[in-house]
């Protein structure tokens, strides 16, 4: 079964700082990994999405970085703002599931101004 | 913008009702799939729609039922209501080519307060 776990659970930074979040999974054998952003009370909104044959993707000041073998992916959010507080989740495709993430329970950021 | 629309945005029920929750998917998405996400935890996998069939089924009974129409829209109904189903239940669309997924895009949810 795969488990997907984000660290930290919170994390609260001063503006302008970089920072990088975490997730790891149990299961190397994934399709695609997705990172999403979740505003209070909102859907998620999607930021990259990273192939299993793909090292990682870039958009902007965000880059998600992928290690399929050591199960381990990484968000990077350069030159943080008070805008991009919100919770950030992580979540695993598997070929053979269709539309089935696996979702950790993501990393709740506040940037201060 | 996404394009996943949902409906209600939020309601309220008593145990032991029922509740459909409607979604439209993004145009010229095949593959709809639904999740519950409970207050500070992470999405759980409900189930997808692939061409109007149930095409994949997390950990949930056999109360939680679907619908997927001819234009990709999808129905979600819950029997039989209990405390605990309360949470935001979140659709998703994405284009299926099977047995290959791609990108989710999902909606704003459909918040379920169950008394």
């Known amino acids: 079964k795969q488990e997907v776990t984000q660290i930290p659970a919170a994390l609260s930074v001063p503006e302008g700082e970089n920072l990088v979040l975490n997730c790891s999974f149990t299961?190397?054998?994934?399709?695609?990994l997705q990172w999403f952003r979740q505003d209070p009370g909102k859907g998620l909104t999607s930021l990259l999405l990273i192939q299993s044959s793909q090292r990682e993707q870039t958009s902007g000041r965000l880059n998600a970085s992928l290690d399929k073998s050591s199960g381990r992916s990484t968000l990077y959010i350069a030159a943080s703002q008070p805008g991009d507080s919100a919770t950030y989740l992580c979540?695993?495709?598997?070929?053979?599931?269709?539309?089935?993430?696996?979702f950790g329970e993501g990393t709740q950021l506040t940037v201060n101004p | 913008e996404t394009g996943v629309t949902q409906s209600p945005t939020h309601l309220i029920k008593t145990r032991g009702q029922q509740v459909t929750l409607r979604c439209s998917s993004q145009s010229g998405h095949n593959t709809v799939s639904w999740y519950q996400q409970a207050l500070g935890q992470g999405p759980q996998f409900i189930f997808q729609?692939?061409?109007?069939?149930?095409?994949g089924r997390g950990n949930f009974p056999p109360r939680f039922s679907g619908l997927q129409f001819p234009n990709y829209s999808s129905e979600l109904n819950v029997n039989a209501l209990e405390l605990d189903d309360s949470a935001l239940y979140l659709c998703a669309s994405s284009l299926h080519s099977h047995p290959r997924t791609g990108e989710l895009f999902f909606g704003e949810g459909s918040r379920l307060t169950v008394l």
């Open positions: 979540a695993v495709g598997r070929e053979t599931s269709g539309s089935r993430l696996t």
């Open positions: 729609y692939y061409r109007e069939e149930e095409n």
């Open positions: 299961d190397s054998a994934i399709y695609n």
